[in-house]
């Protein structure tokens, strides 16, 4: 299982962000390392119309990636995993940050196992 949740502000480039872009190369990396199965895979976004940034100034954007994860992988595993996702997210971002101020940020979340529940029919 792999959660890939975006958060960003309203402010920012739709073309520039290119998230379908950014969402399929999430899931393509997280394939390749055998971690995250790809049937439970799922990115989703929200743009965040209301939003306030440090001091104020309209020009500044942001986006958030939350990933979920399930229990089971150990702690340095996730950290090189977190890295590679990290890079990759800044990498794909570079073009937006040269046009404008972005705070961008990224945590990942290990689930608990025992209150999780989920169905798929597939």
């Known amino acids: 299982m792999a959660h890939f949740i975006y958060e960003y502000s309203a402010n920012l480039s739709e073309q520039l962000l290119d998230l379908p872009g950014l969402m399929q190369k999430m899931h393509e990396r997280a394939a390749e390392t055998d971690l995250f199965p790809l049937a439970g895979m799922r990115s989703r976004a929200m743009k965040c ?12 954007g942001f986006i958030n990636l939350s990933m979920k994860i399930g229990r089971g992988r150990d702690q ?3 950290m090189q995993a977190g890295e590679m996702f990290w890079q990759l997210m800044l990498d794909h971002l ?6 404008q101020a972005v705070t961008v940020s990224f945590e990942m979340r290990e689930l608990e196992q025992q ?5 798929r029919n597939f």
């Open 49 to 60: 119309e209301h939003f306030r940034i440090a001091d104020g100034d309209p020009a500044k």
């Open 76 to 78: 340095k595993i996730r």
């Open 94 to 99: 570079t073009p937006l940050m040269a046009q």
């Open 115 to 119: 209150v999780k529940f989920n169905h």
